[in-house]
């Protein structure tokens, strides 16, 4: 067998169910997405390794779920919550109780392959509307018994881990429709628990479905789209790959509705305010921690996909890509709706694993963009036809003005196929140990270049560790930057505390904790040095009025307790 | 002498110093606008008067101000005020006492002409620098000293009445200078005192001033533009007249640093977080009652006035402009930055005020827009040349296809020239009894002509009194009504109860209580009807939580205490 000829044996069975793997990987059980031969070659290449460490595979998780804990909860209290949403709504079985304790972290998922398992809730709960909530949250807070909420679980900051037991209380089960459409508004009325695929396509069939006169789109679109929550968007503050032009999630919300311990409370729904500081505000981040997002009214936006305007770019440099991007955001001409550039490293591992041709290649080498220095952008412009076209062209100019070359489209839509499946490679590389993990920042434009070289060189320090960055999210003072680390490493706590350092980097070198990905229980340690004590105590202060008892998502949420 | 050549003897001359009269007078004190011989005669029409009852002038407040009280503070703790300002720095005279706490509200200039003087300070302190306000509030919370926050004092909600005495701190005397222009992130790190012009002067020569590439505009231009600063736009949740492209001030704040009684702080300089609840975000709006801001980083924009489009429409209804409007805000090719529609009776009254040529009255008459039907709308387009053109071709088309009549950009000339002087007029009224003034709300579109009808029925229900109304911040999911309403009218006490039902009408027709001018004190008893009970209490535990003492604008700031 020849080293060209041989290939890893990519896992291509759904994992069986109640199995650690049916509760690690990412989306379809019936989906996979494999590194390409040249990518796998790449691996090879950079970490030291040959065939045969390919050979057979290592830790799989496919050993069945096996807790062996007792439910803490007294029979009693189990009978009440019973009583509240129904029997056949409150599960007690071990699969359950891990599977809706865990996110999609890579340590959770290195956890889970060695049959690991932290902290679990005694009961999984799937509410049925928001009454139920209510009653259950008044129950829980009553008993003193901690609930912790789980949407789509592809948190990747252990989010959703009942750090304290109790309840497991999973939003997305039933809460998952689409209530209303407001036309005249272009708002609409949905539960948290919708998923992403679900909530775009009742928009855009919003006439076949609703009877409405026009198509909408939600224009939220994270990378986790098919596996995340309209309710998970909210409370975590997340960004949609559009977000340039349609918002993040916090400027898309309308209003919202909320169960608390100290009581259940809808927002207000004005286009603004300005009736002193806005409640409405102060709730989206909370992460469950202040309470429980029941109903939301969200903005809508115009579907006109035929208007679609789409542009890639190779820049000689990074220099010359954040130039131009930062012109581009600068020059109110418009906005594009998804922008991104790709460091020289993501750029160059990132043509390799799209799979670019040689002929290309060679013609961008002969035009002077060479390897380990080009940097390729990508990206689309959405709205009205007019408008597209004109914000396509000027982008155009800009880009051309800092020495770039056109790649037209193709880029973008090579893009577009695989925006939702990158996490689907995950598996197959820990299968032979190869760690992929990503943490993101945002950052003013004064500050890109020292965090973008401090956070390098901090996972560079750890030889052979790959490291591709990319800014994707982007605003007149700035954007965030997105760190893509790959290793081999078999020992999670070797892992855990590489990673903890890089965060350790990205504050020292002036990034926010967090552009979209949300604090959780990961990055709960960091905020306080973060934010300062001063601001921290205003979120000790909200979580106490709203929690007063420290039932909703305790252990160290925001890092609040 | 015949009615036609009598003319009302308008006031010429600046208000003496010291009197009532220099206090409640708006803006320069050498500046005046007069109500024009149309409008003067549809005065008399509308509220049956005659030239015999403007003869002569009630109450011009010309006397020099006598306040007759004591001081209640300490001779001790004056000292030590004294001590920390320096002793120029801390007022204990009866004028300045009384200016620096009165605002611009009807009610407060009917009280001052009457000689009437609500709550004071003891003493008015002028601090040099954020380091003087942080030893003033660590001082006054250890003695328990109310503090007020006065700026430009334009406030329409007596915003800045000493409502327990102590002490009215004063942001604009000194601390009213641009720092700092980062061109790389478009920010500016400023003063809260600095006032409107100066600032936005700043940024329109910062080549010259300060060595920049490029000219910057603020962005926010309110009515008291000119008597305003930045930090006041940003305490009570301002917007300016080109709000619907630039944002309101809630978004063109970047960072903010806060003294508060327990604690000074600055929030984070990043484009956007996903690390909780926003702090940042959470004082904006605190009307000083958390604490004081003292220094600000605002995003700016850049400078491309000769890319200004100009437009202006005559629709034939009300329903026909509030439709286009929405049509245009909702089509996504981008927003005109001032976008105005008034309804049928302002529109009206207004072209008399302008002074409409009898021609083009004539012929919009002839083409089928009749008066107490027809709406006026104008605005304009800025940022890019390529964009601006593109928008406002746009909004012609859309106007068109609402059946509008294009003015072109004459209507919005003459509205600039007027723009920021109309509350000029309130002085001249005033002195024969009539009085201006204002309320607004904002409001979903599907909420809209509700709203709109509720109040005018309330307003009208009083006979005699104009009511005109516009609508000027638009979004996507709705805009604001601007009421303004003019009686004939002497007793103080009945014109409170008026505008009070006015409030209650707003809120009873759904409208929210404020859409930029805050809350203050005049709205505060409404607050918690219109919040619930529950969202007040989020902002009474932040209340509780910055100022334990009650110290910072103590005594109903937006319904606090």
Redesign the interface.
Known sequence: MSSKKFRPDWTEKAPPDGTYRSIFKYGDPNSFKHPSDAWYEMIKHDFNLSDKDFMSKNKEGLEPVSLKRSVALKAQQIESIQNIVGKENAALDDYSRVKYASGKTAEEMMDLRHGIIREVADVVVHPRDKNDVRDLVAYCNREKIPVTVFSAGSSVNLGCRPARGGVSLVISTHMNKLLEI?E????VRVQPGMFGPAYEEALNKAPELFGCKKRYTCGHFPQSFEYSTVGGWIV????GQASTYYG?A?DIV?SQEYV?P????K?????????????N???????GAFGILVEVTM?I??Y?PQNRQRFSFMYPTWDAAVNAS?EIM?????KPAIYRISDPEETDRGLKLYGMPDIVDKFLNLRGFKPMRRCLSLGNV???R??TR?VAR?IKAIARKHKAISLTGYATKKWEHTRYTEPYMREDLGDYDIVIDTLEA?????NLHRLHQGVRAYVKSRPGTMCMTHAS?F??????LYFVFIAHMKDPEEFRKFQRGIIDSIQQCGG????????GRM?GPW?KT??????M???R??KK?FDPNGIMNPGGQ?GLD
Do not use: C
Request: glycine residues 10%; charged residues 20%; proline residues 3%.
């Open positions: 407001n005249l508004n272009q708002t975590t503050l997340g960004s993040d916090y309308f608390t100290v009581g259940t409370f927002t207000l729904d004005y286009p603004a305010t300005a009736t002193g500081p806005k409640v505000d102060i709730m989206k981040g909370s992460e903005k936006f115009l006109m930062r600068q020059s109110e001409f418009g959405e709205g009205d007019d408008y004109l000027k945002s950052v003013t434009w004064d999210h605003y007149p003072q700035g954007t965030n926010s904790l967090s552009h979209h990905h949300g604090v990055i905020m973060h934010l300062g004590k001063e601001q105590d205003v979120l202060t909200l009025h925001l």
